[in-house]
């Protein structure tokens, strides 16, 4: 199950903390354990009329955590496994995003639908992309594995595996990946 992959890399983080203490203290965690539990009902072949009562009790609660957080993850995002948040609050993905593996993101984070007519779309966000403080990446783009989206920076373009993007809008200033900060 993914949530166990979050708890993991929550651990890793931390310096080994136990288990009840990160989700006593972790706001992230928090998001992340009431998305994982709503997308898997999501996800299920539930009777319908279960399925979408569970559905609306799932609503409630990430509208809970959203108020007590500042963090909004849609049940129907595709989030891979290991998520970190890094920070809490101010955290805005759209319902429709697809997020890889191994994906760490800071507070102040957008991550939504940008264009109009044809060009109207959301992200896809590749493996092991870091997301810094504030950024904002908007548009039907992709952001390729290995990437770094710098604090304050715009993306509306795709971006090519590897790459560091810094600023608004967002420019590759180099290639070095995000191995140093996943």
Request: with cysteine; net charge positive; proline share 3%.
């Amino acid at each position: 199950m993914s949530l166990k992959s979050d708890f993991i890399k929550y651990k890793k983080y931390s310096g080994n903390k136990s288990t009840l203490v990160l989700l006593l203290t972790q706001q992230g965690l928090w998001a992340l354990t009431v998305y994982r539990i709503s997308n898997k009902i999501f996800k299920s072949s539930l009777l319908k009329p279960i399925k979408l009562v569970l559905l609306g009790l799932a609503i409630i609660y990430q509208k809970w955590i959203e108020i007590i957080t500042g963090i909004s993850i849609p049940y129907s995002v595709s989030i891979g496994k290991r998520f970190y948040i890094g920070h809490f609050g101010n955290i805005i993905i759209n319902s429709n995003v697809k997020i890889g593996d191994d994906c760490n993101i800071s507070q102040g984070v957008t991550i939504g639908v940008s264009g109009r007519g044809d060009k109207r779309g959301v992200p896809t966000i590749g493996n092991n992309v870091y997301i810094g403080v504030n950024a904002v990446i908007a548009g039907p783009i992709i952001i390729g594995d290995n990437c770094v989206i710098a604090a304050n920076s715009l993306v509306t373009k795709s971006i090519a595996r590897n790459a560091v993007v810094v600023g608004v809008p967002g420019k590759i200033v180099n290639y070095n990946s995000s191995k140093d900060y996943i």
